[in-house]
Antibody, heavy 123, light 107 residues
């Protein structure tokens, strides 16, 4: 059974940093691209970042480019999101999601999602 | 960036109704489109990928069609468990975007 377990969300002050983690099981983690998607409670979905199966290619939404860094450790079946210079508008539930494909870009869907981890940015 | 416009944003329907949701892309995206269902407090679940392919385990009353800039999700006979919010998602290129969502509620 495919499982994605997100963690690391917390209440942080503006300008501070936070690192999210996602541990995967039930599939060959190093065969697939992975992504982070966020959702403000009660609002829609926003793609944040994605990473190729081997980590050699990454992509970011304009809203987080230069502040967030996605990475993965295939030996640990883990995906990470380092979030720096956090802003109140980054407050959201963050989901990790598995891509159907190994490469980043021109894909067809995200077929499995974690349960989400809540990030609140407030003073 | 490619924008997705979903319509309607809200619809009220009865059990057994045929429901159609539309998603329009601001530029052509071939068949790089997926549909998800999200229930309150839960993560999105994949229904349709590559515009028209049914994800394994999803009931056959769900179907998707379209290519280029116009896409539809159809539920042939709405069931009680289908009341939820539906999102389209484009995956053409490297900047992925979602539609604004369609909330389906019980009439």
């Amino acid at each position: 059974e495919v499982q994605l377990v997100d963690s690391g969300g917390d209440l942080v002050q503006p300008g501070r940093s936070l690192r999210l983690s996602c541990v995967a099981s039930g599939f060959d983690f190093d065969d697939y691209a992975m992504h982070w998607v966020r959702q403000v409670p009660g609002k829609g979905l926003e793609w944040v970042s994605g990473i190729r199966w081997n980590g050699d290619d990454t992509g970011y939404a304009d809203s987080v480019k230069g502040r967030f860094t996605i990475s993965r450790d295939n030996a640990k079946n883990s995906l990470y999101l380092q979030m720096n210079s956090l802003r109140p508008e980054d407050t959201a539930l963050y989901y990790c999601a598995k891509d159907i494909n190994p490469l980043l870009g021109y894909s067809y869907a995200f077929d499995y999602w974690g349960q989400g981890t809540l990030v609140t940015v407030s003073s | 960036d490619i924008q997705l416009t979903q319509s309607p944003s809200f619809l009220s329907a009865s059990v057994g109704d045929r429901v159609t949701i539309t998603c329009r892309a601001s530029q052509g995206i071939s068949s790089y489109l997926a549909w998800y269902q999200q229930k309150p407090g839960k993560a999105p679940q994949l229904l349709i990928y590559e515009a028209s392919r049914l994800q394994s385990g999803v009931p056959s009353r769900f179907s998707g069609s379209g290519s280029g800039t116009e896409f539809t999700l159809t539920i042939s006979s709405l069931q009680p468990e289908d009341f939820a919010t539906y999102y389209c998602h484009q995956l053409s290129g490297y900047l992925f975007t979602f539609g604004g969502g369609t909330q389906v509620e019980i009439k």
